[in-house]
């Protein structure tokens, strides 16, 4: 695995994890709010899919070793860009993209607007603004607890400026590629209703995937990290 750094349309120096095993297809995994690439859900998720598919993760900006301020969906989609740009020289057969939460919002946008071959969607909000966080839920907050990095945490760098947001609702309807669509029905800080509005309103093809008992984005890996990597893993490959 290397570390390697990327530098965005917007002069931000960002930071992705590239795990290269000669595999002809490629994950493009895109971590949610206050989540990392070097986290240890993410990390471990790295290395159990890097079995099967060669994979980079990055660290959004003002996350992790990231450079510059977190917009909240605003200007993340430069982040992916640079990745996409770094993926153009490696002559993969097929590139996929994984978002978690509000990863998976900008992978949403990001999907409608550039060719990528297939999308995996998790715990992502149908708007920004009508995202629930009702983090006084123990169903949030324990979780959350059991997941704390003080290192992680201490590099979160949110934008305290104001930026006009895009609506995944407003852009799902304009992909056309296959779009996986994975949600925790207990989901405590992104509702499920997001997902299912979601799913509704696309055209492509689609499949969506309900933990009965699941909560929200990497904590479905956590839940079920066999069962998370082989669904996925199938989706992909078939």
Request: one cysteine or more; hydrophobic letters at 40%; aromatic letters at 16%.
């Amino acid at each position: 695995m290397e570390n390697l750094k990327l530098e965005t349309k917007d002069n931000i120096k960002i930071e992705i994890n590239y795990f290269e095993g000669g595999f002809d297809s490629v994950i493009v995994i895109a971590p949610g709010w206050c989540m990392t690439k070097d986290s240890k859900a993410f990390f471990e998720m790295e290395k159990e899919f890097s079995k099967e598919f060669d994979i980079i993760s990055l660290d959004f900006r003002g996350h992790g070793r990231s450079k510059g301020f977190y917009t909240f969906g605003a200007k993340e989609e430069k982040d992916l860009d640079a990745v996409f740009d770094f993926i153009k020289n490696k002559n993969y057969k097929n590139v996929y993209l994984m978002g978690f939460s509000l990863g998976g919002m900008v992978s949403i946008l990001y999907a409608a607007k550039n060719k990528i071959d297939k999308l995996v969607v998790i715990s992502a909000p149908c708007d920004f603004n009508k995202i629930e966080n009702k983090m006084y839920k123990k169903e949030a907050w324990l979780e959350t607890f059991k997941k704390f990095e003080l290192k992680r945490f201490l590099s979160i760098r949110p934008s305290i400026i104001p930026h006009k947001k895009e609506k995944p609702i407003d852009y799902i309807d304009k992909i056309n590629i296959p779009v996986l669509f994975i949600t925790g029905k207990k989901d405590p800080t992104v509702y499920f209703w997001h997902t299912e509005e979601l799913y509704k309103k696309a055209k492509c093809k689609k499949e969506l995937f309900v933990y009965e008992k699941g909560i929200h984005a990497e904590d479905l890996f956590l839940y079920d990290k066999k069962g998370f990597i082989q669904k996925c893993t199938n989706w992909l490959k078939n």
